[in-house]
């Protein structure tokens, strides 16, 4: 090979390590909701049903017993999180380790295949993989979907996969929620820590359930923590193409975006975040002292 060969080789290896660099730089930047906001938002909303609107939890979950509605509320934490896994860094891909990568891969493998089929010739090509298929309606109503049939099935395998859903919400929402308060660190150490913490939980919870206790309701937990999710993304600067593939001034992948706020901000830290808590704080507090 002559020395220009090799220096086009080169330079063309280097273009392709720059565009990658960019995307990767692009799909971890976008603008949305940080997991410990995701995830409160989904205990305030909890929170607030199970206070002022009980028969309607019962409804959706059909349940009212203590220890189910606290697993579902961590599992439905899980959930909220779960979308971001079509980004290179998220929450739910840090807590569930190489587990989580693979979800995180084939997530991010196929979005970009289902939005380059099922599209207008108005909607523009997308270079990321975020923010698009797995922040749909349609891809909560099919998680949820899945997971509710999978918990389902009669016997042991329903309650083995139920468990093992169970045991993922609440990992992910340890991880993310209770990562500071528990100060579990970075590492193997903090990764052991926070899976002994997690097991610990969903094994007592577990033994406290009710013997007519209907599986089914971890995955709706699962794909409401999901939706719950893709509304707070609509309250940011991307927003979220949510109605896919109903279009909208003829694009189907239309983003829907309800408040221009930026991921991180002082809205977000100042106003969000503080909503949230004291949203849960009253909400416990009815439903302790009616």
């Not at 002559?2 to 930047?29: K, P, W």
């Not at 109503?141 to 093992?164: H, N």
């Amino acid at each position: 090979m002559s020395d220009d060969e090799s220096a086009l080789e080169d330079s063309g290896r280097c273009c392709t390590q720059a565009l990658m660099e960019t995307v990767r730089s692009r799909q971890s930047d976008e603008s949305g909701f940080m997991g410990l906001t995701h995830a409160l938002s989904a205990v305030a909303i909890a929170a607030v049903v199970l206070a002022f609107a009980p028969s309607a939890f019962k409804a959706v979950f059909g349940t009212e017993d203590p220890w189910f509605v606290t697993l579902l509320c961590l599992v439905m934490v899980g959930g909220a999180l779960m979308p971001d896994l079509d980004n290179t860094s998220s929450s739910a891909e840090s807590a569930l380790g190489f587990v989580g990568s693979i979800l995180s891969g084939f997530m991010r493998f196929t979005a970009p295949i289902i939005q380059g089929l099922v599209h207008t010739k108005y909607d523009k090509d997308t270079e990321t993989a975020h923010r698009g298929f797995y922040h749909t309606a349609v891809s909560a109503v099919l998680f949820g979907g899945l997971t509710a049939a999978l918990c389902s099935i009669p016997g042991a395998i329903g309650e083995a996969v139920s468990l093992v859903l169970a045991f993922t919400g609440v990992h992910i929402a340890l991880s993310t929620v209770a990562k500071k308060v528990l100060k579990i660190k970075s590492g193997v150490q903090g990764a052991l820590m926070a899976t002994v913490a997690s097991l610990g939980v969903v094994l007592l919870l577990w033994f406290m359930l009710p013997d007519s206790s209907d599986y089914t309701s971890i995955g709706i937990a699962f794909g409401v923590g999901w939706l719950i999710h893709l509304l707070g993304d609509m309250c940011t600067t991307q927003g979220v193409p949510i109605l896919w593939p109903i279009p909208i001034r003829g694009k189907m992948w239309w983003r829907i975006r309800l408040l221009p706020i930026k991921a991180g901000g002082v809205i977000e830290n100042m106003v969000f975040i503080p909503s949230f808590l004291v949203v849960i704080a009253v909400s416990v507090v009815s439903i302790v002292i009616p």
